[in-house]
Structures are given as structure tokens and as C-alpha cells.
């Protein structure tokens, strides 16, 4: 377990040498990953804060939220973004057809999740969405963004590698792919930490039973959703799915998870018109990926000011 040395971290001093270097590695990262994905033809879409519709995060089988935050605005009820996936779907169903978002996400992580060194209650997931793809398409992408974001990091940022101590290496794609099932019977409930100790290169995991919005075999029972989990204990960092695009199914999936269906209304609403157009995607958490890249000790390490759970910082 990473050691949780933040808390008493002093914002009022100048940054250190360490966490300049962090950013710098962090500000090329973002560049490489905007850049490939403008040269591919997609539209750069601005974030969502405060909606009626959120991601529920249950039944994730991590699901590991202490609170959801609402309030009131204009006499509505709203929640604070946990995840951008009910508008990246009406996105691609009624506009650009191949989207990316730096997305805030607030989850507030139950406080036991502070010294896993990977989790945090404030963070940005960049999202990528594509009408009528399909699950490899979404691997092919978010592995060419990885790799050449490491090999620019490793071209052009030496010098700060070499104030991190980090020794990278770029992984080598395609990346494997494991079934969840598989893994779990292998390591136990706790295979994705198992699992990220053991692999050199970064995984996918597939066919984990899930939200609502994840395409499910109505035959096979099989979930066409995946991982990336990342190796040195770094673990998940990609979240994603093929989706649930059919009417009868997505309301059938609500009332067996307990979920409000007027919470996605707009989204049953195209499901029933045909408008809401099959499509994958996924989020990379680009705080965890940097801490991956640099090395971090924690992941809060890459905040200017960290959000760690339980921890609520002056500013």
C-alpha cells in the first residue's frame, strides 16, 4: 500500500521540483491526446456540471460512493456530474457522431479509499464516444493514445522523468484482453489488484455486469464492457462499453437495478423514437494515468490542490 503523506501538504509554498515535473508531464500528455483525436475527426465538446442526469454507478461491482450530491437551482432538482455518459449518448444520437470531453467528475469516495493511492472525490475522466462503433474500435483508440502519449513523454520530457526517478516503458499494442469471469475465479474477489501487480503492459477486461447502459447479450448473457487496468498496482484507468440502445431492454435494466426512469427520460424518450444510435466509448481518468506515467506515489500527487477522500483542504 502507497504511503498517504498529503495531508499536511502546505499550499502557500512555492511547488517543488517534483510536482512542477508532474505537470509538465500532465500539460503533454493532454496535448498528444487532443491532437491524435482532432487528426481523427472528432469534435471537442465542452463539459457538463449540473444535471437532472447523471451515472448512476450502480450495480458496479466498485461501487464505492458515500454520497451523491444534489441541490436545488430554478426550483429542480439537480445532481453534480459523476459521469458525462447519459449526454455523451444523446450526443452522438443527434449530433457529431464521434465526440471527446474533458469531463469533472465529483464522486465522493467512501474516506477508507484515501491510502489506496488511486482514488480520489474530484477528477477528470476524458471521454470518448462513437456512433455505431463497436468494442475493439474503442481498444485500437485509446491504445494509440497511450502509447504515444508515453513515447512523446519519454522523447521530449527526460529531464523530468529523471527528477521523478521513473524508468518508463511504452507499452507494446495490441494489449491483451482477459475475461472478468476468468480472473476472478483465478485471484478471487480481488483480482484486479491482483492482476495489476502481475502484468508488464496494460489489460483489458471484459464482460463485467454492470449499469444499465452497458450492452448486455440478451442470448449469451454476455456484457460487451471493459477495463483497462493498468500494471505496477495502478490498476483500472479506462472505463467503457459498447450501449444498451433498445427500448424494452433499457427500461427492463432500470426496473431490475431500482433506478428512477424519469432520471433518464431524454434517453428512453430517443430509445423509443429510434434516435438513440448504438455506440461505444469509455473514460480514461487522466489523474491516474498521469500518476501512472510520472510515477506518483499517490495519485492526488498530480492535483494542484488534491482532493483525497476524506480529506476536505482549505482551498
Same mark, same amino acid.
Given at each position: 500500500?502507497?504511503?498517504?503523506?498529503?495531508?499536511?501538504?502546505?499550499?502557500?509554498?512555492?511547488?517543488?521540483?517534483?510536482?512542477?515535473?508532474?505537470?509538465?508531464?500532465?500539460?503533454?500528455?493532454?496535448?498528444?491526446?487532443?491532437?491524435?483525436?482532432?487528426?481523427?475527426? !472528432? &469534435?471537442?465538446?465542452?463539459?457538463?456540471?449540473?444535471?437532472?442526469?447523471?451515472?448512476?454507478?450502480?450495480?458496479?461491482?466498485?461501487?464505492?460512493?458515500?454520497?451523491?450530491?444534489?441541490? $436545488?437551482?430554478?426550483?429542480?432538482?439537480?445532481?453534480?456530474?459523476?459521469?458525462?455518459?447519459?449526454?455523451?449518448?444523446?450526443?452522438?444520437?443527434?449530433?457529431?457522431?464521434?465526440? !471527446?470531453?474533458?469531463?469533472?467528475?465529483?464522486?465522493?469516495?467512501?474516506?477508507?479509499?484515501?491510502?489506496?493511492?488511486? /482514488?480520489? #472525490? +474530484?477528477?477528470?475522466?476524458?471521454?470518448?464516444?462513437?456512433?455505431?462503433?463497436?468494442?475493439?474500435?474503442?481498444?485500437?483508440?485509446?491504445?494509440?493514445?497511450?502509447?504515444?502519449?508515453?513515447?512523446?513523454?519519454?522523447?521530449?520530457?527526460?529531464?523530468?522523468? $529523471?527528477?521523478?526517478?521513473?524508468?518508463?516503458?511504452?507499452?507494446?499494442?495490441?494489449?491483451?484482453? &482477459?475475461?472478468?469471469?476468468?480472473?476472478?475465479?483465478?485471484?478471487?474477489?480481488?483480482?484486479?489488484?491482483?492482476?495489476?501487480?502481475?502484468?508488464?503492459?496494460?489489460?483489458?477486461?471484459?464482460?463485467?455486469?454492470?449499469? !444499465?447502459?452497458?450492452?448486455?447479450?440478451?442470448?449469451?448473457?454476455?456484457?460487451?464492457?471493459?477495463?483497462?487496468?493498468?500494471?505496477?498496482?495502478?490498476?483500472?484507468?479506462?472505463?467503457?462499453?459498447?450501449?444498451?440502445?433498445? #427500448?424494452?431492454?433499457?427500461?427492463?435494466?432500470?426496473?431490475?437495478?431500482?433506478?428512477?426512469?424519469?432520471?433518464?427520460?431524454?434517453?428512453?424518450?430517443?430509445?423509443? +423514437?429510434?434516435?438513440?444510435?448504438?455506440?461505444?466509448?469509455?473514460?480514461?481518468?487522466?489523474?491516474? !494515468?498521469?500518476?501512472?506515467?510520472?510515477?506518483?506515489? /499517490?495519485?492526488? $500527487?498530480?492535483?494542484?490542490?488534491?482532493?483525497?477522500?476524506?480529506?476536505?483542504?482549505?482551498?
Amino acid at each position: 500500500m502507497r504511503r498517504l503523506m498529503l495531508k499536511g501538504l502546505d499550499l502557500r509554498k512555492p511547488m517543488n521540483e517534483r510536482k512542477l515535473a508532474i505537470l509538465k508531464i500532465q500539460t503533454g500528455i493532454l496535448k498528444i491526446i487532443v491532437e491524435k483525436l482532432l487528426e481523427k475527426g !472528432f &469534435y471537442w465538446m465542452l463539459p457538463v456540471i449540473l444535471s437532472k442526469s447523471t451515472d448512476p454507478l450502480w450495480p458496479d461491482p466498485d461501487f464505492s460512493i458515500e454520497k451523491k450530491i444534489e441541490i $436545488e437551482i430554478y426550483g429542480e432538482k439537480v445532481s453534480t456530474m459523476q459521469s458525462m455518459i447519459v449526454q455523451k449518448r444523446v450526443l452522438v444520437s443527434l449530433g457529431p457522431e464521434k465526440i !471527446f470531453i474533458l469531463s469533472p467528475n465529483i464522486r465522493i469516495e467512501k474516506r477508507d479509499r484515501a491510502a489506496t493511492g488511486k /482514488h480520489l #472525490y +474530484e477528477f477528470t475522466q476524458f471521454e470518448v464516444e462513437i456512433a455505431y462503433a463497436k468494442m475493439h474500435d474503442i481498444f485500437r483508440i485509446y491504445e494509440e493514445l497511450i502509447t504515444e502519449s508515453t513515447e512523446y513523454v519519454k522523447k521530449n520530457l527526460s529531464h523530468e522523468l $529523471e527528477i521523478l526517478g521513473r524508468d518508463l516503458k511504452t507499452p507494446q499494442p495490441p494489449f491483451k484482453v &482477459y475475461k472478468r469471469s476468468e480472473l476472478e475465479e483465478r485471484y478471487g474477489n480481488s483480482w484486479q489488484d491482483e492482476i495489476s501487480k502481475i502484468v508488464e503492459d496494460p489489460i483489458w477486461v471484459t464482460g463485467i455486469p454492470r449499469q !444499465f447502459y452497458d450492452y448486455e447479450d440478451p442470448e449469451t448473457g454476455e456484457w460487451r464492457n471493459y477495463d483497462l487496468i493498468l500494471p505496477e498496482g495502478y490498476g483500472e484507468v479506462i472505463s467503457g462499453a459498447e450501449r444498451e440502445y433498445e #427500448y424494452e431492454k433499457l427500461v427492463k435494466k432500470l426496473e431490475r437495478d431500482g433506478l428512477e426512469k424519469s432520471s433518464y427520460k431524454i434517453l428512453l424518450d430517443l430509445a423509443k +423514437e429510434g434516435l438513440l444510435k448504438p455506440s461505444a466509448g469509455a473514460g480514461l481518468g487522466i489523474e491516474r !494515468f498521469v500518476a501512472y506515467i510520472a510515477g506518483a506515489a /499517490h495519485v492526488a $500527487e498530480v492535483q494542484p490542490f488534491p482532493r483525497i477522500p476524506g480529506i476536505v483542504p482549505d482551498i
